[in-house]
């Protein structure tokens, strides 16, 4: 397994495997910004198999975390459609300490603010990523916790929550599939334990598959999940229903991202479930 090293900045966090010039990923953290991961490469290549900004949908970034209806504020469009801006909030983030790095181990943390359009703080947020480089594949795992000071109340929303933007194009295909089988548009806010896009991304020869894991320790496990006709997929407990975190009360996720840089058979894909499903609890 490779080892990896750790380059920071002020408001981001490189990796890169030992020798190489090319991060495996970047962190990105900017002043009044949403933090995401973008990009991430192939694993051994240079190819991203992320996306920042399409066309499409302009406020989305690589690898991030997005929600709709926060105490009936958005989090998710940025601002970006004029009919809606005003009810959008804003973001705030800072890296969490200095990231740590051992053999193939990285990471690092990222508390975020968001703030009601007034500039009024609504909720604090948490990222914790712990990167592992297993040669052929990566594995990304993210403890994603709110803090609320005052109640919050997340409404019920077709998305919202951890989601993964990939460089789709319809002219040169892909697909979406999850754990109970459904593929496609047959995917979309259906319940699975993982769900997964396999795809071509310019720079790279053949297929690449992104596999994003839902914890069983999570609310409303097998949680739904948004699968876009783009091929985004995220995790989505608002999917199912409206949910609340008290004044001075906390809720966190787990998620695993695993990175393949060509197809793998579904029991693999189990296999790696099955190893990320017996760490700890959320």
Request: hydrophobic residues 40%; glycine residues 12%.
């Amino acid at each position: 397994m490779p080892d990896v090293i750790i380059e920071t900045g002020a408001d981001r966090v490189s990796v890169f495997r030992t020798g190489s010039s090319t991060p495996v990923l970047v962190q990105n953290a900017a002043a009044d910004r949403r933090p995401y991961i973008h990009p991430i490469v192939v694993p051994g290549g240079t190819a991203a198999v992320t996306e920042d900004a399409p066309a499409h949908h302009p406020w989305q970034h690589g690898l991030y975390v997005g929600l709709n209806d926060v105490n009936g504020i958005g989090f998710w469009m940025e601002g970006l459609r004029p009919e809606r801006a005003d009810q959008d909030g804003t973001f705030h983030p800072r890296l969490l300490g200095a990231p740590r790095v051992e053999g193939n181990l990285a990471t690092w943390g990222v508390s975020t603010e968001y703030r009601y359009p007034s500039g009024e703080l609504l909720l604090r947020e948490t990222q914790e990523w712990e990167f592992a480089d297993h040669g052929d594949w990566y594995d990304l795992d993210l403890t994603l916790t709110f803090h609320a000071d005052e109640p919050v109340t997340f409404g019920q929303y077709a998305y919202g929550g951890l989601f993964l933007r990939m460089p789709y194009r319809a002219e040169a295909g892909g697909t979406a599939f999850n754990s109970a089988g459904q593929s496609g548009p047959e995917a979309e806010g259906q319940r699975a334990t993982w769900a997964a896009a396999r795809m071509p991304v310019p720079g790279h020869e053949g297929d690449v598959l992104v596999v994003v894991m839902d914890h069983p320790s999570n609310a409303e496990h097998p949680v739904p999940w948004r699968v876009d006709n783009e091929l985004g997929i995220g995790p989505s407990v608002c999917v199912a229903g409206a949910w609340r975190i008290g004044a001075g009360e906390a809720r966190s996720f787990r998620h695993r991202v695993a990175v393949y840089g060509e197809p793998v058979a579904t029991p693999v894909i189990e296999e790696n479930w099955t190893s990320f499903s017996k760490r700890g609890s959320a």
